[in-house]
């Protein structure tokens, strides 16, 4: 499915806010299956490296292989999540394109790789 673009604002602190662009993929059925089998497959093959780890081999293994099914729900029902933002960084008032990642939302924070600053994302427009 094609990603689409919604315009966001991005602010911090007393900085004037900025308008950006942000990119969201929508996840079609296969593709959700896809990406809640890849988080599986990773906790599991996580929790079986970590039974050589002395140690932690008593508390990781378990603790993985609940982590797997939560995390495939929670891929699956993820129907849309950010894949980046293009936009002015408030702070820095440089043209960037953030990289980020999440279950979209009406607000969130995003990262600018130049100030290090933690900017909230506030998506304009209604789906
Ligand atoms: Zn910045």
């Known amino acids: 499915m094609p990603d689409r673009s919604v315009p966001v604002r991005l602010s911090l602190g007393s900085e004037?806010?900025?308008?950006?662009?942000?990119?969201?993929?929508?996840?079609?059925?296969?593709?959700?299956?896809?990406?809640?089998?890849?988080?599986?497959?990773?906790?599991?093959?996580?929790?079986?490296?970590?039974?050589?780890?002395?140690?932690?081999?008593?508390?990781?293994?378990?603790?993985?292989?609940?982590?797997?099914?939560?995390?495939?729900?929670?891929?699956?029902?993820?129907?849309?999540?950010?894949?980046?933002?293009?936009?002015?960084c408030p702070r820095c008032k440089v043209e960037r394109t953030l990289g980020m990642s999440g279950k979209e939302t009406d607000e969130t924070n995003v990262f600018c790789d130049g100030c290090g600053n933690q900017l909230t994302l506030r998506v304009l427009a209604v789906k």
Do not use: M, N, Y
């Open 16 to 88: 004037p806010p900025t308008q950006a662009t942000a990119v969201i993929a929508d996840w079609t059925v296969l593709e959700r299956l896809r990406r809640a089998a890849i988080g599986l497959a990773l906790c599991w093959s996580l929790a079986g490296v970590s039974l050589i780890i002395p140690g932690l081999h008593f508390v990781l293994p378990p603790l993985l292989l609940l982590a797997g099914p939560a995390v495939f729900v929670w891929r699956f029902v993820t129907r849309a999540s950010f894949k980046e933002v293009k936009g002015v």
